[in-house]
Nanobody, 129 residues
Framework: QVRLVESGGGLVQPGGSLRLSCTASGFILNDHTIGWFRQAPGQEREGVSCLSRHDDTIHYTDSVKGRFTASRDNVEDAVYLQMNSLKPEDTAVYYC??????????????????????WGKGTPVTVSS
């Protein structure tokens, strides 16, 4: 059984930082494309970042570019999302998943899906003073 687990969320002041982690059981993260998504209260889920195994690129949605950094740890088989300069509008539940879908470059849509639809249960991030 595949299980993805996010951790590292919490309450942080504007301008602060958090690092989210995604680990898995029954699934090797570093063999697959992994997406970070978020869903704010009352809003639709949106893609934040995509770590592509197709071409080893990393994509970010425009609102987080330059502030968030996604990465892999091949030894630990983990995926991370380092979030700096956090803003109140970053408040959301953050998810990792075995697929990607995000808007970037002012409106282009990027997605990768290979028939696996695995999601974690999310970790909440609250940015507030």
């Amino acid at each position: 059984q595949v299980r993805l687990v996010e951790s590292g969320g919490g309450l942080v002041q504007p301008g602060g930082s958090l690092r989210l982690s995604c680990t898995a059981s029954g699934f090797i993260l570093n063999d697959h494309t992994i997406g970070w998504f978020r869903q704010a209260p009352g809003q639709e889920r949106e893609g934040v970042s995509c770590l592509s195994r197709h071409d080893d690129t990393i994509h970010y949605t425009d609102s987080v570019k330059g502030r968030f950094t996604a990465s892999r740890d091949n030894v630990e088989d983990a995926v991370y999302l380092q979030m700096n300069s956090l803003k109140p509008e970053d408040t959301a539940v953050y998810y990792c998943a075995s697929l990607c879908g995000l808007y970037y470059n002012g409106g282009d849509y990027y997605n990768e899906y290979y028939g696996m639809d695995y999601w974690g249960k999310g970790t909440p991030v609250t940015v507030s003073s």
